[in-house]
């Protein structure tokens, strides 16, 4: 059970300007913000973050829609914190997403759905070293 998971605010909620209320709701659900930035990412960046979907059929959009725009990677502390996040971004689907979570929230459809949250602690490990280095973690 990890303390930290890392959390992106992609790109289609940072044009509605939707950032602050997002963080004001990951913060509110009783997470700590130890790492957040904005950054553009390259398209290599892109392709190595998502490489674990390279064979499924929506990768080369997945990497045109984070590249699009720029994002917000933010790494998160809180007891059980991957699951809790989870919970909270909700469904990958906004459609099927529960009422208060992120996405039912700030996303449009399946492939411009806000938020990516690391889906294990194992993840959570490798995704928070691709944007952040020691030095920037509180």
Not at 11 to 18: C, I, L
Not at 26 to 41: A, D, N, Q, W
Not at 44 to 61: G, L, M, N
Request: charged share 25%; hydrophobic share 45%; aromatic share 8%.
């Amino acid at each position: 059970m990890s303390n930290r998971t890392l959390a992106i605010i992609k790109p289609d909620a940072v044009r509605k300007n939707a950032v602050g209320q997002i963080i004001a709701k990951i913060t509110e659900s009783g997470f700590k913000i130890i790492g957040l930035k904005m950054v553009s990412l390259s398209r290599a960046s892109a392709e190595a973050f998502y490489e674990v979907h390279k064979e499924r059929p929506f990768y080369p959009s997945l990497v045109d829609f984070m590249t699009s725009g720029p994002v917000v990677p933010i790494v998160l502390e809180k007891t059980n914190a991957v699951a809790d996040f989870r919970k909270l971004i909700g469904s990958t689907d906004p459609a099927e997403a529960a009422e208060g979570t992120i996405r039912k929230m700030f996303a449009a459809n399946k492939a411009e759905n806000a938020m990516h949250g690391s889906d294990s602690d194992e993840n959570a490990a490798i995704e928070i070293c691709h944007f952040f280095s020691r030095s920037e973690l509180l």
